[in-house]
């Protein structure tokens, strides 16, 4: 990196995010004024069991198959563990504890592993993708747990 052109924020990746990631991992970026952006930590502070998780972190099977790796076991069937592979914006705090949320929605997919000499696999799920579904505005860092209201719906109609 160009240090003429570093513009003074902060990265750090944290752990403790109920993400679906092993090890928890989400990050957070403070800027020069010290607002903070929060990457990949899916529920929000002030969540509670049955609210809303924002689905910003995407996940893959991961093998381990050497001995300091993360998902490494014994066997290599049992060597699998979920990654996050994209952690996307989902919380900003400004310095006066104002806050903005940002919503995803994930296109799963499955793949079938460690398949046998039978023919029969272990069918693993994945985050193929996903798309922004929403964001909400103006609100307290505390009170942002809940996704926004939809403004509209693909089966809503108009008079023209």
Same mark, same amino acid.
């Given at each position: 990196?160009?240090?003429?052109?570093?513009?003074?924020?902060?990265?750090?990746?944290?752990?403790?995010?109920?993400?679906?990631?092993?090890?928890?991992?989400?990050?957070?970026?403070?800027?020069?004024? +010290?607002?903070?952006?929060?990457?990949?930590?899916?529920?929000?502070?002030?969540?509670?069991?049955?609210?809303?998780?924002? $689905?910003?972190?995407?996940?893959?099977?991961?093998?381990?198959?050497?001995?300091?790796?993360?998902?490494?076991?014994?066997?290599?069937?049992?060597?699998?563990?979920?990654?996050?592979?994209?952690?996307?914006?989902?919380?900003?705090?400004?310095?006066?504890?104002?806050?903005?949320?940002?919503?995803?929605?994930?296109?799963? $997919?499955?793949?079938?592993?460690?398949?046998?000499?039978? +023919?029969?696999?272990?069918?693993?799920?994945?985050?193929?993708?996903?798309?922004?579904?929403?964001?909400?505005?103006?609100?307290?860092?505390?009170?942002?747990?809940?996704?926004?209201?939809?403004?509209?719906?693909?089966?809503?109609?108009?008079?023209?």
């Amino acid at each position: 990196m160009d240090p003429g052109r570093d513009d003074g924020s902060k990265v750090e990746l944290l752990k403790g995010a109920a993400n679906g990631d092993k090890e928890k991992e989400y990050w957070r970026v403070t800027n020069e004024e +010290g607002v903070q952006y929060y990457f990949g930590m899916d529920r929000l502070p002030g969540w509670a069991s049955g609210k809303a998780e924002t $689905n910003s972190a995407w996940s893959v099977p991961v093998y381990g198959n050497h001995p300091n790796e993360p998902c490494h076991q014994a066997s290599y069937a049992n060597s699998v563990c979920d990654q996050v592979y994209r952690w996307n914006l989902d919380y900003v705090v400004d310095l006066r504890g104002n806050a903005m949320t940002y919503w995803y929605g994930k296109e799963r $997919n499955h793949y079938g592993s460690n398949v046998t000499r039978e +023919g029969k696999s272990t069918n693993r799920a994945y985050d193929r993708g996903g798309w922004l579904s929403g964001s909400r505005t103006a609100c307290a860092a505390t009170t942002c747990s809940r996704p926004p209201r939809p403004r509209w719906s693909s089966t809503s109609t108009s008079a023209a």
